[in-house]
């Protein structure tokens, strides 16, 4: 499954399947970008960040994408469990700036 | 066990109260930072502070203060000229200051509501 971020702020995926969550940006300036994942009532935390200078990095079981270009970022889960149900959001930490987010949900 | 505390987790206030936010961080970070998130809206800045006895005010810092006396902690008081203080107040340290590639840690956070 796949969101565009501001348009599509739900995703629902079936357990197993990989996710797609997208983010745009507006400031050309920003070279360094985290994504979160922050679960109900609870403080967000760190999943994987980017510097400018990259086009991929990976982690376990998340990539993420830029695209300076286009200035977009995206989060892609693989093998998506029920416990990543949660709200994603992406950052520019050194502009100040956050996304709204995505909720995902994993239908069992 | 390092990391950062947020208290209390909820808080209730009537109008017309000041009340005192508390965040502390065991992690020796120079940052720290408040935010505050309201439903559909990104993390929006209200004060950050870089180092000790210095802080600066972020996008929404009206009817809020605060104070950094200590490298560990960075109470935010919301006082009664904040229009709206019904959010979740996320603060946040970082072992540099912004402009680096500084993750920002968050705590767990604390919903005030305004009764």
């Known amino acids: 499954g796949e969101s565009v971020g501001l348009h599509l702020p739900t995703l629902s995926v079936q357990e197993g399947d990989n996710s797609i969550i997208n983010c745009a940006y507006s400031n050309s300036a920003s070279d360094y970008f985290i994504w979160y994942k922050q679960e109900s009532g609870k403080g967000p935390q760190f999943i994987i960040d980017?510097?400018?200078?990259?086009d991929k990095r990976q982690g376990q079981r998340v990539t993420v994408l830029l695209n300076k270009t286009v200035k977009h970022l995206s989060l892609q889960i693989a093998a998506t469990q029920p416990g990543d149900s949660a709200v994603y959001f992406c950052a520019a930490p050194n502009q100040f700036y956050f996304g709204t987010g995505t909720s995902l949900t994993v239908i069992p | 066990d390092g990391g950062i505390t947020q208290s209390p987790k909820y808080l209730f206030r009537k109008e017309g109260q000041n009340v005192t936010l508390s965040c502390e961080q065991n992690l020796n970070h120079d940052a720290m930072y408040w935010y505050r998130q309201d439903p559909g809206q990104g993390l929006r800045l209200i004060y950050y502070?870089?180092?000790?006895?210095?802080?600066q005010k972020g996008d929404i810092a009206e009817g809020y203060s605060v104070s950094r006396e200590k490298k560990e902690s960075f109470p935010l008081t919301v006082t009664s000229a904040q229009k709206n203080p019904t959010a979740f107040y996320l603060c946040?340290?970082?072992?540099?200051?912004?402009?680096?590639?500084?993750?920002?840690?968050f705590g767990p956070g604390t919903r005030l509501t305004v009764l």
């Open positions: 502070s870089q180092i000790v006895n210095d802080f």
């Open positions: 980017i510097r400018s200078n990259m």
């Open positions: 946040a340290s970082s072992i540099g200051p912004s402009g680096w590639y500084n993750e920002q840690f």
